[in-house]
């Protein structure tokens, strides 16, 4: 009895510690069609819980679907859709979708607001040069009105685990000191979020400086995949 219920306890932590099953098109479809239906008519709440339901499914018909409403006129209902895709890490699907929705409201306001972070959420590599874009003509500015927008681009890049993520930081870091002397608060916003971002993809570095975080890729950068794990 006791072997038995010692083998139960295993069984149950291996299910426990298993990936979650990604869903099947047969529950995904439904879900999907229900948001494509909703966002044709005209009530919100409807609109809302439809997009609330296809988050909750990690699939490509889901974020194709909640992709739509981002065409929507209703701003609460972009930034419901936007926390939706946020949910699917790792989807390919939801990036692409993310990242339109990102080139298409480069303004500050609630649906930047909530598509940035998603994108960190997210997590996927093909983010990277669509934030990069954005922060390319930002950083370049001596001051900017959009400190906390590109406060926030920074640190989604350091949610992305990859080899682009920490060089496109240590390039816009590099574009950053050119500028010279940056007002105070653009300043902090650029180079403390950058340099924050790299500490989290370097393993919880501390760098104090862009040249310590230069030394550290220049000895770790053949040493790693792609996606930051060590090389076999």
């Not at 997210?122 to 390319?136: D, E, R």
């Not at 640190?155 to 990859?162: A, N, P, V």
Request: charged share 25%; net charge positive.
């Amino acid at each position: 009895m006791r072997t038995l219920a010692l083998i139960a306890t295993l069984a149950a932590f291996a299910l426990a510690g298993d990936p979650p099953a990604k869903p099947a098109e047969a529950d995904a479809k439904p879900k999907a069609e229900a948001v494509t239906a909703a966002l044709k008519g005209k009530d919100e709440a409807a609109k809302k819980a439809a997009i609330a339901a296809a988050g909750d499914c990690a699939h490509p018909l889901c974020a194709g679907a909640l992709a739509q409403a981002f065409g929507d006129l209703s701003e609460d209902v972009r930034v419901e859709a936007a926390k939706a895709l946020g949910k699917m890490k790792g989807l390919p699907e939801a990036a692409k979708a993310l990242n339109a929705a990102f080139a298409a409201h480069p303004k500050p306001g609630k649906v930047l607001h909530a598509v940035t972070p998603a994108i960190g959420s997210v997590g996927h590599v093909s983010s990277v040069p669509v934030l990069g874009a954005y922060l390319s003509k930002r950083i370049p500015e001596k001051s900017d009105e959009e400190n906390l927008e590109v406060g926030d681009a920074l640190t989604q890049l350091g949610e992305i685990r990859c080899k682009a993520s920490v060089e496109l930081l240590l390039d816009l870091l590099k574009k950053a000191s050119s500028v010279g002397q940056m007002k105070k608060p653009h300043q902090q916003a650029t180079e403390g979020n950058a340099v924050r971002s790299l500490n989290k993809l370097a393993g919880g570095k501390d760098f104090k400086t862009t040249a310590e975080a230069e030394s550290w890729w220049k000895a770790t950068e053949k040493k790693v995949n792609d996606d930051l794990t060590p090389k076999k």
